[in-house]
Structure formats: C-alpha cells, structure tokens
C-alpha cells in the first residue's frame, strides 16, 4: 500500500506523471522498501487530510485506459510474449512439500504455493511461513503494509517467533532463558520456508532478540510451574498484541544506534495488517487484524467447490467492527469516528500493526517526533496530527481468533492479502484453486454468465482450453495460477493474454491505479490423515 506522504506533491504535469515523490519510508535496502509515485485517493489505504484532496484524479476503470487514453510517448501496442509473462508471474513464486517419513506422510499439512505481484515499487506486501519446532503445527500468514513497508516486514520477521515463544510450555521456555544466560546455543523455535526475496534485518536483530526475550523471561514469571494445557487461541491474541506493544516501546525509547532509532521509528509510524494460520492436525486457527482474508476450499460430494470464509474484515463493511469502535468512544464522536468509511475519515483498516499516528496521544506524538531525527521531523506525514484526535487509541493490533476442524473435504486454505479480494469472488478464487489442485477444469463445460457469444469467440475459448489441457500456462504453483486469473481473466472468466499482458506492462507510475500488491499462500491439506484423525476419535 502507498505511503501518504507523496500526496502532499501536485504530480500531475501537462499529463504526464512526474518521478518527484516523497517518501515516509527511508530503507536502507532501497531497492526492496520505499515509497511509490502517485496513486489515486480511492486506491489508498490511508487517506490524507482534505486540504489535500485536489492532489487527486479520479480513478480511471481499465477500460477507459486500454481504450482511451493515449499518451504521445507511449508506443500504442506493446504485449508481452508468453515466455516474459511467465517470466513476471513467476519471479517470487515459492513452494514447500512436507517431507515424507518412511514413506508416509504423518501431517495434515501437505505443503504450500506462495506468490507476490507487486504493484506499489517496489512492494508492501510480505509473507511468512515456517514449522514448529519445539511445539507441533505448521505457521503460516500473509501481511499487507501501508505508509511504506517498514512495518510489514518487521511484523513479517517478527510475529512467528512470539507465537512460537507463547505456545511453549514452562520447562522449554526455562531451558531457552539458561542457554542464553550461560552462553550455550539456544534450541531452534522456528524452521523457515523463505523464498531468496524474504529478507531478514541483520541490523535489527539484537534489538528483536532483546525484546522477544523479555517476552518469554514475563512469561516464565507469570507461570507458576504447574503443567497447564497451551490455549492456542490465548497465545495468538497475546503475541499479536505483545509485538505491537513492543514496537510502540522501542519506538519511543530510541536506540543510540542512530540507524536504529530511525528504523525502529519508520516501523512504529507506518502500518500493517496481518492474517496467520496455525495448522496442528485437525485443529486450524486463524489470527486475523485488518482485511486480509483466510478461506477456506471445500470440494463437496458431487465434486463442486464451495468457500467457507474464517476471517471477518476489520473496515467500514463490517457493522461489528463500527459498534466496537463507537463504543470505545464517547458518544459525542460517534460521528467522527468513523467517517468516509475510514477511521477518523484516513484509515481503511480498523486494526493494524504499527500506525502510532492512531494510538499514541498528541503529546507523545510530539515528543517522539521533536526528540528524533531531522528526517522524521521534516516529514509533513509524521507531524500531522489526524483530525477529531481527543480519546486514543483509536486502533487496535488484536486479532479476531476463529477455530476450524478441519474435515476430510476440506482441501484447502487461501490465505491472501486484499489485492486478490478486491479483484475476485472468494466462490471464483476457491473454484479456480480447486480445479488447479484436481485437474478438472478441462472437463466442465464453459460457461458464459449470461453473454451473447459469437461463434468466433466460442471458437476462440475452445481454443484456449485446448492450449491450457497441454500446459495449464505452465503454471506448476497454485499461487501463480490463482495471480494469472486475478489479473487477466475476462468477462467470461478465462484468461485473456492481451489483457495479462496489458496489465503487466504496466509501468510503476500506473499499475497502483489499477491494482493492489497481491501476495497468496495456498496451503493443501492431507485428506488421508484428516480421515485417520477423524477415524481414530470415532
């Protein structure tokens, strides 16, 4: 998502975009984590103070752009050949199969595909999954950042480890604090699965380290000794809101690292959504803040797919989520609260990591700001103060908990930042994975929705079936394919190549107007093992 700060620029000139931006996010991987050039108001996240509204156009539909705009440096027909949208789509694709144990395969898990398509330059989107050691389950979660990227991927980074450390028993979480203490090597929590891109902050992670030990050293005090059943449910709500507490403190304790205090600072002032599957057997969890979704792929008796949704959106679309606000304030800003579909009229997502712009009150705000670097302080972004601010906090990083067992039909979860929702019917994103997983597109009939189609373009959609039955676009990741139709399906819900190739030659100045960051995980479950849970409770 876009950092807020480029809309204090006018950059439209004379029709063109102009490459002049600020930013609020100063990375020293510059290449993996700054602010992009000019989106339109309706495709933010956050939206900035009215005084600023004339920055913006409205958004144009992609029709209006294929068909009607030309531009005199553009040439006016370029695609992509199959070789270089594959080539695209392919880039940050990423798999995992769960290895086999004397020939079996003993978890409900049986592996995972991951993509990212980034439309923001670069992307704000991160993602993470990785295997418990010390306890058993599968994490696994995506994360949508906004006002740069800062936040996403220290919660990306960060995250799994205070789950891991919250789901420990007393004896593991004692014999971790005396290796530490007498300088032995500590057992491993976490085994990743990253992809090359997947990045971790060297820079950082002492002062990480440091704060997810105290973690566990306040949960060793607070236990009493006796052997008490984990809550896995208590332990996701309690390390969401831990690492968001952490990332407020060090923020406003500094670091005399000068490159610290000011990293610590764009994590703490920029935001992040998260939505994370524990999977332990039959027993899935979903943690989710913010609008990302978790979803769920069915496959009924008669071989047709149904989603069944396991996160609820924390925005403007649910009621819930508006009464919860609006209770946890006076009554005279029930008004204001929540205005323009937005909080306090400027934030898409009512709960997020981060974001201390909504937590903190003016005064720390101020103090924060003045004591830290010039950077920050010349920031217009970071000094201004949302309107109607008198009761924070006004967001929350606690996570809504849902619980499913899972079933022998259940087949699959799609785990997806909103860049994929606001493109796709959660129906259309689990039939098109289901029928990737089985192989059973080729033998549906086609469908049209309703349209009058000519023989010529029935001809063309046999066609393209046929190429499909041979390559299936080559796609061999369930995440790639699930991104190929988000973004080039047609009205008839079949890839158009014109119109992937279209979209992904888009160049960075446009492709944000069009589109989100979309980042996917589809996890595949063990029907087998599913069956003998479920056989063996019986």
Known sequence: MPAPTQLFFPLIRHCELSRIYGTACYCHHRHLCCSPPYIP????????????ATFYRPKESWWQYTQGRRYASTPQKFYLTPPQVNSILKANEYSFKVPEFDGKNVSSVLGFDSNQLPA????????????????????????????????????????????AVSLLPHETLLEIENAVESGRALLPILQWHKHPNDYFSKEASKLYFNSLRTYWQELIDLNTGESTEIDVKEALVNAFKRLDNDISLEAQVGDPNSFLNYLVLRVAFSGATACVAHVDGVDLHVANTGDSRAMLGVQEEDGSWSAVTLSNDHNAQNEREVERLKLEHPKNEAKSVVKQDRLLGLLMPFRAFGDVKFKWSIDLQKRVIESGPDQLNDNEYTKFIPPNYYTPPYLTAEPEVTYHRLRPQDKFLVLATDGLWETMHRQDVVRIVGEYLTGMHHQ?????????????????LLTERRAKMSSVFEDQNAATHLIRHAVGNNEFGAVDHERLSKMLSLPEELARMYRDDITIIVVQFNSHVVGAYQNQES
């Open 41 to 52: 108001q309706s495709r933010l996240r956050y939206t900035p103070h009215p005084a600023y």
């Open 444 to 460: 549906q009939p086609i469908a049209v929705g309703g349209y009058k189609v000519t023989l010529g373009q029935m001809h063309g």
């Open 120 to 163: 923001n330059a670069p992307i704000e989107d991160r993602r993470s999954a990785a295997t418990c050691l010390q306890t058993r389950g599968m994490l696994l979660g995506v994360f949508d950042g906004h006002a740069g990227c800062a936040c996403s991927q220290a919660v990306s980074e960060r995250l799994f480890y205070y789950i």
